[in-house]
Nanobody, 126 residues
Framework: QEQLVESGGGSVQAGGSLRLSCAAS????????MAWFRQVPGKEREGIASIYINDGRTYYADSVKGRFTVSKDNAKRAMYLQLNNLKPEDTAMYYCAADRARRGYCVISQDEYKNWGQGTQVTVSS
């Protein structure tokens, strides 16, 4: 069964760090993109980082550039998101997503991803 399962969320103080994991059963193919999104209730889902399974190229939203790092482990069929210097405004449900790459690189538009995990909550207190 193909699925995406996130883990690693939690509650931290501002300035702290977390590492999120996304275990991919299926979807971890060289022709695929994987990405992290986050959503706050009542707001649009925001794309924050993506990685191309083929060559590891990454892309970040400006809001997290320099603080968050996306990576993958081919052997474990997993994607990770290292969150550093967390801010209260980073509080959200974080989701991983996967789909076939439609071009030679990966974007962070939710319209380009059909496969989603259930999410893991990150809460940052001031």
């Amino acid at each position: 069964q193909e699925q995406l399962v996130e883990s690693g969320g939690g509650s931290v103080q501002a300035g702290g760090s977390l590492r999120l994991s996304c275990a991919a059963s299926g979807y971890f193919y060289s022709t695929y993109c994987m990405a992290w999104f986050r959503q706050v209730p009542g707001k649009e889902r925001e794309g924050i980082a993506s990685i191309y399974i083929n060559d590891g190229r990454t892309y970040y939203a400006d809001s997290v550039k320099g603080r968050f790092t996306v990576s993958k482990d081919n052997a474990k069929r997993a994607m990770y998101l290292q969150l550093n210097n967390l801010k209260p405004e980073d509080t959200a449900m974080y989701y991983c997503a996967a789909d076939r790459a439609r071009r030679g690189y990966c974007v962070i538009s939710q319209d380009e991803y059909k496969n989603w995990g259930q999410g893991t909550q990150v809460t940052v207190s001031s």
